[in-house]
């Protein structure tokens, strides 16, 4: 059925690129869930006061929901603009790995490095350094290392997608600080 949509040429491809001034979301979000639009402002106010720790366990607390569904599915607001540029989801560490290497952003190896990182005999990887510290990786191929300072994640790229095992492993065991 998409197939013949988009052969059809009456409909277009919902990329899930939004934009919007944050007034009008603020309001779009109160008419659709007035619960939710007050604990997100509760969340904005807390990071306002410099109260970060309060602000990620409100935050936290919040139950994910798909702004496609709650919000723009209901809008008259709402403006389709066509567009003719390359788009990837980049929903894993994988897809932005490769994007990353098509713009140019790998070594000779097809690493992608960013940050305080050393590779020795490393391909095909890709390693973030965002912890304020060194990062190593030395005889491996095919791995994705971020490190946030709070947190490091290794993982084989081909495996990146299972990073929404360890969210809601994490959220289960009530670490929402590290969501």
């Given at each position: 059925m998409a197939q013949g949509y988009v052969a059809g040429g009456r409909h277009l491809w919902n990329s899930g690129l939004f934009a919007w001034p944050a007034s009008t979301f603020q309001e779009e979000l109160a008419a659709a869930d007035p619960r939710l639009a007050a604990r997100v402002t509760e969340v904005a106010t807390a990071q306002r006061r410099g109260e970060e720790d309060h602000a990620t366990s409100l935050y936290g607390e919040i139950q994910p929901v798909a702004v496609d569904t709650l919000i723009f599915e209901r809008t008259r607001r709402l403006t389709v603009v066509r567009g003719s540029f390359s788009w990837s989801d980049l929903g894993t560490f994988a897809d932005l790995h490769e994007t990353r290497l098509r713009t140019g952003d790998g070594d000779a190896a097809?690493?992608?490095?960013?940050?305080?990182?050393?590779?020795?005999?490393?391909?095909?990887?890709?390693?973030i350094a965002r912890g304020g510290r060194l990062v190593?990786?030395?005889?491996?191929?095919?791995?994705?290392?971020?490190?946030?300072?709070?947190?490091?994640?290794?993982?084989?790229?081909?495996?990146?997608?299972?990073?929404?095992?360890?969210?809601?492993?994490?959220?289960?065991?009530?670490?929402?600080?590290?969501?």
């Open positions: 097809g690493n992608v490095l960013e940050g305080e990182v050393v590779a020795l005999e490393a391909a095909n990887s890709f390693v190593t990786v030395v005889g491996v191929e095919g791995l994705a290392v971020v490190d946030s300072g709070d947190a490091l994640l290794v993982i084989p790229l081909d495996q990146t997608q299972r990073v929404k095992e360890i969210v809601e492993r994490l959220r289960a065991e009530g670490r929402t600080d590290l969501l």
